[in-house]
């Protein structure tokens, strides 16, 4: 158990629609990453928070958008879903300092039907 | 972005070594790490070695840095069927921030 909390586990929705995805970091880590894993693409990093502030982007697109919350839990929201967007989105969490580890929750496997 | 390469599939017998190989194109790469991930599961972190060390020790795994040829490789000692999975090489580079991962090589392992 990574301590890397995320939910839902599955999402199955259809084009168009909008959802988001929850994550909570391990204990006392104050950076959290979004990650897309999908067969074309691979591992792909979308966007970083360190303590409820935007550290970094990577491949996210405009559809999609992110937040820290004061308790540092995270959200990814996605709308205007494409069948595309079907894929395992991780979340991963790691320590206070420069390049501490990265520990990944279960992930969230989102279907578009 | 920068480049991280592996073989995509490898399969030995129960007992053997595994070795998985990894090469990279970032200079600036500063740590390197090597995930596990499971069907179904998320991604395990199995060890990771930062790029002023050429090796590194951790029970059954050892890992190797070649930074001149920009080459890691992981090595699994006695080699088990829980073993079998996808295992994915990962570097940041000095921004510190985003893991750039390989495409996972998948290690089958048979009695």
């Known amino acids: 158990d990574s301590g890397v909390t995320q939910t839902p586990k599955h999402l199955i929705t259809a084009t168009g629609q909008r959802v988001t995805l929850r994550c909570s970091p391990r204990s006392g880590d104050l950076s959290v990453y979004w990650y897309q894993q999908s067969l074309d693409q691979g591992l792909q990093f979308l966007i970083q928070y360190y303590n409820g502030e935007e550290r970094a982007k990577g491949n996210i697109l405009e559809r999609f958008s992110a937040q820290q919350f004061p308790d540092l839990h995270s959200e990814l929201n996605l709308s205007s879903l494409e069948l595309g967007d079907s894929a395992l989105y991780f979340c991963?969490?790691?320590?206070?300092?420069?390049?501490?580890?990265?520990?990944f929750g279960d992930g969230t496997r989102l279907s578009i039907l | 972005g920068e480049d991280v390469e592996q073989s995509l599939f490898l399969s030995v017998r129960e007992g053997d070594s595994s070795v998985i190989n990894c090469t990279y194109t970032?200079?600036?790469?500063?740590?390197l790490y090597w995930y596990k991930q499971e069907p179904g599961a998320g991604l395990q972190l199995l060890t990771y070695?930062?790029?002023?060390?050429d090796m590194k020790q951790d029970q059954r795994l050892t890992v190797l840095l070649n930074k001149k040829d920009k080459h890691l490789s992981l090595r699994i000692a006695d080699t088990q069927t829980g073993d079998s999975a996808i295992y994915f090489c990962a570097e940041t580079s000095n921004s510190g921030y985003a893991l750039n991962f390989g495409k996972g090589t998948s290690l089958l392992v048979t009695p």
């Open positions: 970032d200079s600036s790469s500063t740590y």
């Open positions: 070695i930062f790029s002023n060390m």
């Open positions: 991963a969490s790691s320590g206070q300092g420069f390049n501490q580890p990265q520990h």
